[in-house]
């Protein structure tokens, strides 16, 4: 058999810490599978970063992240810089998945691992903002910024209720802010926003139908915008975004564009792949085809949530 050489870039923290006991079987997955892998285990912020671009500069033919999103977007702005980037595979093993969700990568262990054993790839766009890269939501104002408040020992402990509890927290002390939005195709927008989202998929916190036309291979964002809105109005909008039926609301803009500039006179934090991404002002732009991730051939993979083999 001849072997690939890979690198495992892992989250031990991610989710409730399964890829710490699933490890010894991940390996051998692999390896029965003819891929050669070597691990490296992340100890802070940025360290998968540094991890993958090494592996990129040393050669590497795949590099598989395992974690949730927060390790997924650290492992693509360590590749997103080098001219050559090796395929990616993705073991989605964090909180809530959003960009494996969106892709149909099984959020079982060993059913990611047989697909990352077939290796078969299709190149995604991804978004940077300042410098800094994201391959699934960009977004700022007070709700986004829960996402990195949640403290990373209370994910592992209690998983996706974590958010919810911040988030009621966040929803007592929701404002809206002043901003403007400049967007390629799309025109000026400058008034009060609760938020603005740059979506790149379809699955977006959890929420499977936030951006239901976003796709990662049309080279195009999908932006969602709040207007002004009380709480009331806030749930409201809320439980449709369930449904996928907020579009049609006055108090949502929607439109899609390759290119766009946000600032504002207030304090807004970035918001990119559910990870502090720095402050506005910020421009964003999209990078059609950066990287080739692996993924189902036949398209039929699906998320499951929760269980383990």
């Not at 929701?174 to 998929?201: C, Q, W, Y």
């Amino acid at each position: 058999m001849s072997f690939i050489r890979a690198r495992f870039i892992y989250n031990p923290s991610s989710g409730r810490e399964e890829v710490k006991r699933r490890l010894p079987a991940i390996l051998q997955m692999l390896e029965r599978g003819g891929i050669e892998t070597s691990c490296y285990m992340t100890e802070g912020k940025d360290d998968a970063a540094r991890a993958a671009s090494e592996a990129v500069e040393r050669g590497f033919d795949l590099i598989i992240a395992g974690g949730g999103d927060g390790t997924l977007n650290e492992v693509v702005n360590g590749m997103a810089v080098h001219d050559r980037r090796p395929p990616l595979g993705i073991l989605p093993l964090g909180t809530t998945n959003d960009f494996a969700r969106a892709h149909g990568i099984p959020r079982r262990w060993d059913e990611a691992c047989e697909l990352i054993v077939r290796r078969h790839t299709r190149p995604i766009d991804i978004g940077v903002a300042n410098g800094r890269y994201f391959v699934n939501i960009a977004g700022g104002g007070s709700i986004t910024e829960l996402t990195y408040e949640v403290p990373s020992r209370l994910k592992t402990m209690i998983g996706q209720l974590a958010y919810y509890v911040k988030g009621v927290e966040k929803m007592v002390n929701l404002r809206p802010t002043r901003m403007r939005i400049k967007a390629d195709g799309a025109g000026e927008f400058h008034e009060e926003f609760m938020l603005f989202l740059i979506a790149n998929s379809s699955s977006v916190g959890g929420f499977e139908r936030l951006a239901p036309q976003a796709t990662t291979c049309d080279g195009l964002f999908d932006v969602l915008i709040l207007k002004k809105c009380n709480l009331a109005e806030f749930i409201r909008i809320a439980s449709m975004a369930l449904r996928g039926e907020h579009l049609s609301d006055g108090h949502v803009i929607h439109f899609q564009t390759d290119r766009l500039e946000v600032e504002s006179d207030d304090r807004v934090q970035l918001n990119l792949d559910g990870e502090f991404g720095g402050m506005l002002p910020c421009s964003f732009q999209v990078l059609p085809s950066h990287l080739n991730i692996i993924v189902d051939e036949k398209g039929s993979s699906t998320y499951r949530g929760g269980g383990t083999a």
